[in-house]
Structure formats: structure tokens, C-alpha cells
């Protein structure tokens, strides 16, 4: 499924994913259409390509220069090349249906409209059966021409050197006609009942499309070698004065201008209130289209002389320096709760579930952060919720004192239990039961069906730590500074671990070990079948995290700042990687990544077994919960109130094709 990522609140994350070359030569702007790239060199080949991996699909070389890039209409691609042909390709084999040969020059390729191809050669504009090429008609010119054409409703508009024409294609005669005071370099844009160009005049003209009428005009410090771009009832268009001006479209009175390092040579691009335009200083920008505020750039090696491209939630920008760049954010979408997030979210059936200490616990659609439901319980809510996917039903805990089994699709209350303490542990589920601990220093063992009590053991200290079940036995940590394993079938102590400290961190167990952290500041390996210490690691602070364990390492956070990787076996520390505050948040490892967040804002990307930093995105408030990753996209909750759905993006891939 595609995802839409560009929009105001990421656009300042975007960063390049991959970047193409084909062979040394710059390429025109792409296009993309179902699961094909087609990008065309601007000297003879054109290419299609897969979109995701960007491998050929079929090429289509032609004897000169590719002057533009390609038109695709209706699964067809027209393309005019430098040896005075015109081609039609179908688009999906690259199978020739038609070509042309021209009696001269072609300067750009054919404009598509009503089911014909119109190009100008050697003076003569000519309509072509857009589907079989045969010639319709042709019309003897005064002069070459040699911008682009633009065809709206049956006009054809001709700039012949500083002279702009409206051509009715149907009679073949010429409507009206405009001269601006010096050459005309751009095509004109029709929108609204209105034309506008831009003139080397240094002027942008708005004429009225039927009489071509002067309606208004503004004069700027350079030539406009650019064809301006309307959209939001405004006028976009670029300067060789290095300034991007927008103009009230009915009245031409400015509204903003953006000056970047050098000349602009093409129309900005616009999407979702965004404008995307490239300079000759190299960049690509991306400001606010109503208000001009940037919002990010990004410096290429070469002047970008096209236009950027939108497409499948992707920015693509063709820069001189021969490279393709794709750009895309690792945000996807963000929700804004009323208060703090501290739960870790839970997914199921493309649902994320979350808690809040706004007191609520959301539903929110994996792909958009749209609300399916919301459902309002007493209290903060710190647990972090469990789906269980074949009942269709969602536990969590609440400070309000009580385990709540909520309907996945609702958010319908199908049973509720009350404790006599906050509950900030996590529930569990195992042979039919689902077991959580709370403030009044109990763990509980419930029917998962009716939340009926089946048992529950009261040790000395509040639980906030979150139940463990392995082999028949639930193992759970109290702030009374003790791990206790009990009998999960009806609740018997088996045995018990004394520490130093609070144990408010989750146990893991793996191959027979257990691992948690303590407010003792360490972390422990306890053999549950000798119920002994096999070794001991002491952090710089408190050890809150709950560790998990992948690689032969186990990977957990402390107060000390630090993210620690030690070898499950020994103990030994093979990494350890500082944050700029404290790690409560338990790390995730996810295909050779290890997610963490901290108290410093950020959630942390850092490489499995090195420890090296991959990436990291910085939110507005302190991280204690901990990801959760559903195919590409991860999920975290923050301080600042916020669920994140980012995508995963590790290094940009360059891709070198031969040309």
C-alpha cells in the first residue's frame, strides 16, 4: 500500500532514500505511473524502470538528444529527439506504435490534448493522430518556435519570439495574439480564464484567454525564463533576479517572495499547501504555499534547471550534477493525545492501540493515525495495552485502579477489574489467563473471558514491572526490591530473588536466564533452574529499562544515560552507546536495529552489534515507552504528548546504471 508522506509537519525530515545514475549524462524529471519509473537521459535513451528497486525494465534509445522529458498519456509515451523524430512507445513494453520524422528540427516534445499529438517543426505546427501518428492537419508559421506549446480547450498557444498566439485548433485560425517588449522563454500557463507568461521583459503578463486582453502585470528586477504555476488562487513564478514571487491571481498584488542563491529556471511544483522548486544555486526548496515560510532544502552537486515531481508520496528532483534524487520522511503521520505518553503501543488488523495520561486509551489506523475510537477511563494510563488478535480484545491497565478488556473495534467495555492500586504494569496473557500486577503490591492471575479472579499473591511493594510467563511460571519484579517466580496455574511462590534495589523493570527470560534491571543500579542474569546469580553487571544509575535479548547480547537502558549491550552468557559489555539523559524506555531489536528513547527527546536507531548510530528523531518531550515495529514502520510515544509513526530509513542507496 502507498503512503502519502509529503506534507507540512514532515517536510522538514525528508531526506534522500536513494539517488540514480545513468551514466554520466544529467536526466530529465521522471514520471511515474503504477509500478514504473520512466526517466529519460538528455542524450538518447530512454528508460523504464521498477519504482521500488529500480531495476531496468526495458530501454528506448533514439539517434539524438532527448530534448525534454517524455508526455505519458492513456499508457503512452511521446518522446522528440535532436534527429527530428517523434515516437510513440507503448508504456509498458517500450514497443514502438508509431513514429514520426519531422522535416526539421523539433525543438520539445509533442503536447497531448483531445486525442492529438501537436509539435512544431520548421516553422509549421502540426496535429498528429495521437494514436497512430498520421498527420491531421499542419499550419505554416511566420517564425521557429521553439518553446513548448500549451493546449487548453481547443487553443493552442504559440510563442514565436516575443509574441504570444491563441490558435483555435478546431478552425486553424489565430484568435488573438499579445506582444510583450522583449523574447518570450517559457510557456504559458491557462487557468481560471486567465493566461500567464513571463516575459525576459523581466514582466509576468496575465491576459484574459478569450480576448488577450491585458489584465494585469508585474514587473520584476530580471528576465522570467520560467513558466509560472497557479494554484491556492494564486500565481507562483521564478525570477532570473534569484526571487520566487507569488502574486493575488485575479489582481497580480504580491503576496510573498522567497529569494534563494541563483536564477529560477522552471515552475515550482505544488502539493498539499507545499511548494517544491529548484535553483540554479544547486538546492531544492520546499516553503509554505500561503505563506512563503521555509520549511527545508537540500543542496545537490549541480544547478536544478526542471521542476521537482510529487508522486507516490515521494519527492524525486533531476539536478545537472546527472543524479536522480529521492527524497521521502521518515515521519509518516503524528497524534497528538491530550497529555503525556508513557504506554507502548500495541498493533493488530492494522490498528495501533495506545494509553494516555490524557486518561484515554486510543485507536488509531497503522497507515494514517486517524481514529477508529477513544474510550475514556478514570485515570492516567502508563500500561501499555495487549491485543489479544483471535478474541478481538484489548487489555490495559489504568491509575484509575483497574484491568480493562476492551472490544478492538469499538473500545466497548466487555469487562473490567478492579485492584486497590494504580495499575502501570503491563497485562500478560497465557493459557487463558491474563495476569497483571498493581500498586497494591499484588500481581493477579484473571479468566480471560469473564476477568474473574483465579488467584493473586501479595508481596511487600508496589508492582509496577510487568509480568514474564516461561514454562508454567510468571515471573515479576516489586519495588519491595525482589523477583518472584510463582506457579502461573495457581499463584505458589517457587522462589525468589532478593536485589538492592526497586525492581520496577520487566523480566526477560531466554535459554533458561533471566534478566532484569534493579534500582540497585545493575543489571541481573538469574538461572531459573538453579534459581542463582549467574553474573551481575553495575550500570552508572538506577536500571528501570526492561531488557530484551537478541544476537547472543542482551540490550537494556539506565538512568546513566547510557544504552548497554552485554553478551547474555557472560555479562561482558560488547557496547554501550550515551544518550543526553536518562534510558527508562526498554530497547527493541528489528532486523540488525536496536530502538531506544531517552529522556533527552530522542528515540535512538543504533546498529544491533555495533552500537554505531544509524539515525535518530528528535520529538518535543522525554521517551519512557518503547517501540513497537509493524512491517517498515515504527511507533513510539513521547512527553510531548505524541504518537510517532516513522518510517524506517537507514542509509541512501546509490544506484549506478549504465548509459
Known amino acids: 500500500m502507498e503512503r502519502s508522506i509529503i506534507y507540512k509537519d514532515n517536510v522538514p525530515y525528508l531526506q534522500p532514500i536513494r539517488t540514480l545514475q545513468i551514466g554520466n549524462t544529467p536526466l530529465w524529471p521522471p514520471i511515474l505511473e503504477d509500478e514504473i519509473l520512466y526517466i529519460a537521459a538528455r542524450n538518447h535513451t530512454l528508460y523504464a524502470l521498477d519504482k521500488h528497486t529500480y531495476t531496468l525494465l526495458w530501454s528506448y534509445r533514439v539517434q539524438g538528444d532527448i530534448l525534454s522529458a517524455p508526455t505519458l498519456v492513456d499508457d503512452v509515451l511521446y518522446i522528440a529527439s535532436s534527429d527530428h523524430t517523434v515516437c510513440a512507445l507503448e508504456a509498458r513494453t517500450g514497443s514502438v506504435l508509431w513514429r514520426y520524422q519531422a522535416t526539421g528540427p523539433l525543438p520539445f516534445a509533442p503536447t497531448i490534448a483531445e486525442g492529438a499529438a501537436y509539435l512544431v517543426s520548421d516553422r509549421t505546427l502540426y496535429a498528429l493522430d495521437a494514436g497512430l501518428g498520421d498527420v491531421l492537419w499542419s499550419y505554416n508559421l511566420q517564425e521557429h518556435v521553439h518553446i513548448p506549446l500549451t493546449v487548453n480547450n481547443g487553443v493552442i498557444y504559440i510563442v514565436e519570439k516575443h509574441t504570444l498566439y491563441a490558435f483555435d485548433a478546431s478552425r486553424r485560425v489565430i484568435i488573438w495574439r499579445y506582444a510583450t517588449q522583449d523574447n518570450l522563454s517559457a510557456s504559458p500557463v491557462v487557468g481560471d480564464g486567465m493566461v500567464y507568461l513571463g516575459s525576459r521583459d523581466h514582466t509576468l503578463y496575465a491576459l484574459d484567454s478569450e480576448s488577450g486582453q491585458k489584465v494585469w502585470s508585474y514587473t520584476t528586477r530580471d528576465a522570467i525564463l520560467a513558466s509560472p504555476a497557479i494554484a491556492y488562487g494564486m500565481v507562483y513564478v521564478g525570477s532570473n533576479d534569484c526571487t520566487l514571487y507569488v502574486l493575488e491571481q485575479k ?72 543524479y536522480l534524487y529521492e527524497f521521502t520522511s ?23 492501540y495506545v494509553g494516555s495520561t490524557d486518561h484515554n486509551v486510543y485507536a488509531l489506523k497503522t497507515e494514517t493515525g486517524e481514529v477508529q475510537w477513544s474510550i475514556e477511563t478514570g485515570a492516567e494510563v502508563f500500561s501499555s495495552p495487549l491485543v489479544h488478535d483471535e478474541r478481538e480484545v484489548v487489555y490495559i491497565g489504568s491509575n484509575d485502579f483497574t484491568l480493562y478488556a476492551l472490544a478492538a473495534s469499538t473500545g466497548a467495555v466487555l469487562w473490567s477489574y478492579l485492584t486497590a492500586g494504580n495499575i502501570i504494569s503491563s497485562p500478560r496473557i497465557w493459557n487463558g489467563m491474563v495476569f497483571v500486577g498493581s500498586a497494591d503490591h499484588c500481581v493477579y492471575a484473571l479468566d480471560i473471558e469473564t476477568g474473574e479472579e483465579l488467584w493473586q499473591y501479595k508481596t511487600t511493594g508496589n508492582i509496577t514491572s510487568s509480568p514474564c510467563i516461561a514454562d508454567g511460571t510468571l515471573y515479576i519484579g516489586s519495588l519491595d526490591q525482589q523477583i518472584y517466580g510463582l506457579n502461573a496455574f495457581n499463584g505458589e511462590l517457587i522462589w525468589s530473588y532478593m536485589t538492592g534495589g526497586g525492581v520496577h523493570s520487566s523480566p526477560t527470560v531466554d535459554q533458561d ?129 505524541s504518537l510517532y509513526a516513522l518510517q524506517r530509513i537507514l542509509h541512501p542507496t546509490h544506484i549506478h546504471l549504465s548509459g
Open 330 to 352: 521518515d515521519r509518516l503521520w503524528r497524534f497528538i493525545t491530550g497529555n503525556a505518553i508513557e504506554s507502548s503501543p500495541a498493533i493488530a488488523s492494522g490498528v495501533v
Open 513 to 641: 536466564l533471566l534478566y532484569v534491571g534493579s534500582r540497585d543500579h545493575k543489571l541481573y542474569a538469574l538461572d531459573v533452574k538453579t534459581r542463582t546469580k549467574r553474573w551481575e553487571v553495575e550500570t552508572g544509575d538506577i536500571v528501570d529499562s526492561s531488557p530484551t535479548v537478541a544476537n547472543g547480547m542482551v540490550y537494556v537502558g539506565s538512568h546513566d544515560h547510557n544504552l548497554y549491550a552485554l553478551d547474555t552468557h557472560s555479562g561482558e559489555k560488547r557496547w554501550q552507546y550515551k544518550t543526553g539523559g536518562a534510558v527508562a524506555s526498554s530497547p527493541r531489536v528489528i532486523k540488525e536495529t536496536v530502538y531506544a528513547g531517552s529522556e533527552d527527546g530522542n528515540l535512538y536507531a543504533l546498529n544491533a552489534h555495533s552500537g554505531e548510530k544509524r539515525w535518530c528523531l528528535q520529538t518535543g518531550g522525554a521517551i519512557h515507552a518503547s517501540v513497537t515495529v509493524d512491517k517498515d514502520l515504527v511507533y513510539i510515544g513521547s512527553s510531548d504528548h
Open 251 to 322: 489582481f497580480g498584488v504580491l503576496k510573498w517572495q522567497h529569494t534563494t542563491a541563483g536564477p529560477i529556471l522552471a515552475p515550482p511544483t505544488l502539493s498539499d499547501e507545499i511548494l517544491f522548486a529548484g535553483s540554479m544555486d544547486h538546492s531544492c526548496y520546499a516553503l509554505d504555499a500561503l505563506t512563503g515560510e521555509k520549511l527545508w532544502s537540500y543542496a545537490t552537486n549541480g544547478p536544478i534547471d526542471t521542476s521537482p515531481v510529487i508522486a507516490n508520496g515521494r519527492l524525486y528532483v533531476s539536478s545537472t550534477d546527472a
